[in-house]
């Protein structure tokens, strides 16, 4: 089994920054391609950034210029850090990731995200 742990999230003033991080663990042989989403209430999930094990990046045209998407493969972890906030990045973030794990086929993970809220 393998899960995804996300940190980070808060109460931040429009123009503010944060770091996500999301650790991985478990059977995990490899993480592959790893990535955050986000859903707002009412609102379908979407893409916010996604990387590669090589660090390969893309963003959605939100976001970019203020967020940037980072892991630590040693570690297992993907970050997100995030600037100049604005109230409609409020959202729940989700880490997605793609493991081959030790004990079985590559299978696809969500966390159970955590809340980002932009008000002043």
């Known amino acids: 089994q393998v899960q995804l742990v996300e940190s980070g999230g808060g109460l931040v003033q429009p123009g503010g920054s944060l770091r996500l991080s999301c650790a991985a663990s478990g059977s995990i042989f490899r993480a592959n391609v790893m990535g955050w989403y986000r859903q707002a209430p009412g609102e379908e999930r979407e893409m916010v950034a996604t990387i590669t094990s090589g660090g390969g990046t893309n963003y959605a045209d939100s976001v970019k210029g203020r967020f940037a998407i980072s892991r630590d493969n040693a570690k297992n972890t993907l970050y997100l850090q995030m600037s100049s906030l604005k109230p409609e990045d409020t959202a729940a973030y989700y880490c997605?990731?793609?493991?081959?794990?030790?004990?079985?086929?590559?299978?696809?993970?969500w966390g159970e995200g955590t809340l980002v809220t932009v008000s002043s």
């Open positions: 997605h990731a793609s493991v081959t794990r030790t004990t079985g086929p590559t299978m696809l993970y």
